[in-house]
């Protein structure tokens, strides 16, 4: 069974640009989370989806946003890059709510 | 909002030796939860615990989720090289499923 695929694997954007990002959940699965990853903030929860509904969301800014699809595959989008968005964004997906959470490998992400 | 406070950061230990590892919280958890994440890659989920008290292994891992329900600890016994990783603890952010608050990691290194 393959595993939560995450594309790109590396990205390099510039200011003001703007990024999406892509989530592939294990099949069957119908929970996908976001998580950034940086070396001074550590792992941060960004927003939880299942069933195209967003559950959750964690405490970023409004120029992160995410949404959900049929398949429960999942994007996220970044508009108006800043520097301090340069992090590793993991997705991780479950079977339902309140499940273990299986995470990808990340895509990161360079903001210059 | 909750923090999960994590220790020690970082560990260098000879292979063979055992570690220990803990996580405390100022607000109590329902669940604990233990990662590893290898370089380059998303975190793997080691031990889940759901009930104060409760001591669970995983192979040469043990962890312990704490009777006041505010702290855990994770033992690694006879460390060996692919030990080596980052380590973290986390719990559901106010008790929510799939939003998880992450300790700032405790880094292993094991010198062979």
Redesign the interface.
Known sequence: KAG?TQTPRYLIKTRGQQVTLSCSPISGHR?V?W?QQTPGQ????LF?YFSETQ??K??FPGRFSGRQFSNSRSEMNVSTLELGDSALY?C?S?LT??????????TQLSVL | ?QQLNQSPQSMFIQEGEDVSMNCTSSSIFNTWLWYKQDP??????LI?LYKAGELTSNGRLTAQFGITRKDSFLNISASIPSDVGIY?C?G??NN??????????TRLMVKP
């Open positions: 939560v929970s989370s998580y550590g792992l941060q929860f939880e559950r959750n964690g405490n993991l991780a479950s709510v309140n499940e273990k959470l299986f995470f990808g490998s990340g | 909002g380059g890659e998303g975190p793997v989920l889940a973290f986390a559901p952010s929510a499923g799939n939003m998880l608050t992450f300790g700032g990691g």
